[in-house]
């Protein structure tokens, strides 16, 4: 059977086609919707191209890139600066064996070589692709540098008895004292997201890092804006009153995201981010998703080791990094820098 | 509690078997015969690390060592010795809390590391991991390089399923090879010496040389008899193509051999005999080595396996980063 020619376009304003074929693929995640990508776009001011590849009439895959020219073009999915972790291809093709997808996605992304190579002439090409994205060996093909990244998972089909008892003997004390002590967890509004922001901010400048000016919040506020309630819930720990910690989630087809918060808190014997994480879980599961994301189990070792303790399964995903046209000299002396 | 290290005697290999036998990230490679007969053949001294957590012990890590010329040395597994993956092993990781699983794995690499570099004063360490053994960020923590690779893994509970869902071409294949009048034989130690054949055969034909030993060859299928298997295809009294399997808990593990033949079928009907032999025998998964190289990778997936993805990293000091890249030059481009 011939193979279908694969054609890459980029979506100017159909935001209707890009969301619906984001919710009809089993890896579009709510980072890849329209509205988000939007946001990311004024954050970071970083040109976003919204590409589909089309075989034949059928939409084989869409990847949204970001690109900032300064000297350098750079090409991001997604861009940094947006507090985001992953982006990267969503397929919606399903494939019968691996020897079909491999094949797709090969003549895909050569497809993209050559986008790039007439739309920005030689540049830096980051893709971060999310764990549901699990062959990435055609990336490697095509000269891509891959380097295994991890998030952790909590399986919300486990009944709840079972999730609680997986959870580090400290962590259920933790949990049990904090409630007895008052602290209570509320679904909480932009108030209580923009405290969970500042306190970000303060911990930053604790660690002797500047954060970024306002820290995130005209970004911040207008993904407020566009996700919540619908798709945005914040989890805020409160104390009579007074918001202590907490996180951010995100909804998404059958996923729950803990996305940002669990500022650290120097209250002592409290523990209003066990508190908030272990209610996350339960209301997530009692509205039926299916898993509990909560995001980056990556390089901080102390933060990863928190993350632990609530037992969850780390996932991979991979980031994928390569220099086109006369750069590609420099992908070999400096592929241990560019991860 | 403490983590201590120490190092398992000849006369301690009882335990390290135990652990082998408790440890789902071990293979067959982790054999204290295998490891003994890597250690003879490769001229690397072997340090059979065992990691204590108290008076338990939580894991093992078999590290080789070599000092060439001015250059320290380790490796897990050493090259030229077929292994396809080594490391560390933790006893009863998965029935661990996440918790426990980094933190005993976190130390077990740890500690490794402080006697690779401070005690044995290597300057270059390279160990591929199982790809049971998914977590590398106790590595990215102390700094490794991490390179991703891959295999393959097939279900073979069911022969019939497998049929189903191979590769039109190699069903063909393997139909024809039915036709021309190829046998299949299981074979004992002794025949490895064709396949070995044959496969040198092929590797000079491409400018290429086998790196691993005959003697070491013949001597693993003779020591670790009972876990290894020989098949053989054969058309009347000629034998075409061979390959070595590993069999090791439930799964049945392609090796060596099954290099490409003068005709296209006896591969492929090898395999699939192969397979129909362990499923037949009770054997839950088939499994190939190396699935990251794209031609070989296709060639592989005809018969519709499951990806799996392993890792293995690398620490090394600067001079040694130089040395490794003009080694590189050197094979890649002038064949030295």
């Known amino acids: ?224 804006k566009e996700f919540y309630p619908e798709n945005m819930k914040i989890f805020a720990a409160k104390v009579d009153g007074e918001t202590i910690g907490g996180f951010v989630g995100l909804t998404f087809k059958d996923r729950f995201l803990l ?21 996350g879980i339960k209301w997530a599961k009692e509205k039926g998703y299916k898993h509990f994301e909560i995001m980056d189990a990556g390089d901080d070792a102390r933060l990863s080791r928190y993350k632990s303790q609530f037992n969850p399964e780390p996932e991979i995903w991979f980031s994928s990094v390569k220099l086109t046209g006369f750069l590609r000299i420099l992908n070999a002396p400096l592929r241990k820098i560019l991860r | 509690m403490s983590f201590d290290l120490v190092i398992v005697k000849e006369d301690e290999k009882d335990l390290w078997k135990e652990i082998v036998a408790r440890s789902l990230h071990t293979h067959l490679f982790h054999t204290w015969e295998w490891l003994k007969l890597a250690e003879k053949y490769t001229g690397f001294k072997l340090y059979p690390i065992l990691i204590l957590k108290g008076e338990e012990p939580i ?62 004063k290597v300057s270059y360490f390279l160990s591929s991991l199982s790809p049971k053994l998914i977590d590398v960020r106790p590595y990215k923590w102390l700094g490794y390089e991490i390179n991703t690779a891959f295999h393959y893994i097939m279900d073979i509970s069911s022969a019939d399923e497998v049929w189903k869902n191979m590769k039109k071409s190699a069903r063909e294949n393997i139909k024809k090879g039915i036709k021309k009048g190829y046998s299949f034989e299981v074979k004992g130690y002794e025949d490895v010496d064709f396949i070995y054949q044959v496969l040198k055969e092929r590797y000079t034909a491409q400018g290429r040389r086998v790196g691993m030993k005959l003697e070491y060859l013949k001597n693993v299928c003779k020591k670790l008899n009972n876990n290894i298997k020989i098949f053989i295809c054969k058309k009347g009294d000629i034998c075409l193509t061979g390959i070595v399997a590993l069999c090791f808990r439930n799964k049945i593990s392609f090796w060596i051999g099954g290099a490409k033949t003068n005709d296209t079928y006896s591969n492929d009907f090898l395999h699939w005999k192969a397979i129909e032999w362990a499923s037949k025998n009770g054997f839950k998964y088939y499994e190939e080595f190396g699935a990251g190289t794209e031609r070989l990778a296709r060639f592989k997936s005809k018969f519709n396996p499951e990806l799996v993805v392993c890792f293995s990293v690398k620490k090394c000091k600067p001079h040694m980063k130089l040395a490794e890249s003009i080694y590189r030059v050197g094979r890649n481009y002038l064949k030295i």
């Open chain 1, 259 to 279: 996305w940002i918060g669990i500022p650290r808190v120097e209250l002592k014997g409290i523990y209003p981010n066990d508190l908030a994480i272990w209610e």
């Open chain 2, 59 to 120: 894991g093992i890590y078999p590290v080789f060592f070599k000092k060439k010329k001015i250059f320290k040395l380790a490796f897990s597994p050493p090259p030229y010795t077929g292994m396809s993956y080594l490391g560390p092993a933790v006893v009863g990781y998965e029935s661990l809390k996440e918790i426990k699983k980094l933190d005993y794995l976190h130390n077990i690499v740890k500690m490794a590391d402080n006697f690779i570099f401070s005690e044995l």
């Open chain 1, 1 to 224: 059977m011939k193979k279908a020619r694969i054609n890459i376009e980029v979506v100017k304003n159909d935001s209707e086609l890009w969301d619906t074929a984001i919710k009809r693929s089993n890896q579009g995640t709510v980072f890849h919707t329209w509205k988000w990508l939007r946001c990311v776009e004024k954050q970071t001011r970083a040109k976003l191209y919204p590409l589909v590849a089309y075989a034949g009439e059928e939409i084989l895959c869409t990847l949204p890139i970001f690109v900032r020219r300064k000297g350098l073009n750079f090409v991001y999915s997604p861009p940094p600066k947006a507090l985001l972790i992953y982006m990267g291809i969503v397929f919606l093709k399903e494939f019968s064996n691996l020897r079909k997808f491999e094949s797709a996605f090969n003549e895909f992304l050569l497809n993209l070589n050559d986008f790039l190579d007439s739309n920005f002439g030689s540049c830096f090409v980051r893709i971060r692709s999310s764990p549901l994205l699990r062959d990435i060996r055609p990336l490697m093909w095509v000269g891509y540098s891959v380097t295994p990244h991890y998030t952790f998972r909590i399986n919300l089909q486990n009944d709840l008895e079972r999730i609680w008892s997986g959870f580090d003997k400290k962590v259920r004390n933790n949990i049990r004292k904090t409630e007895k002590d008052g602290c209570y967890i509320e679904l909480g509004s932009w108030d209580e997201l923009n405290i969970l922001r500042e306190m970000l901010a303060e911990r930053f400048i604790a660690q002797g890092i500047k954060p970024n000016k306002d820290y995130y919040r005209d970004y911040l506020l207008g993904l407020f």
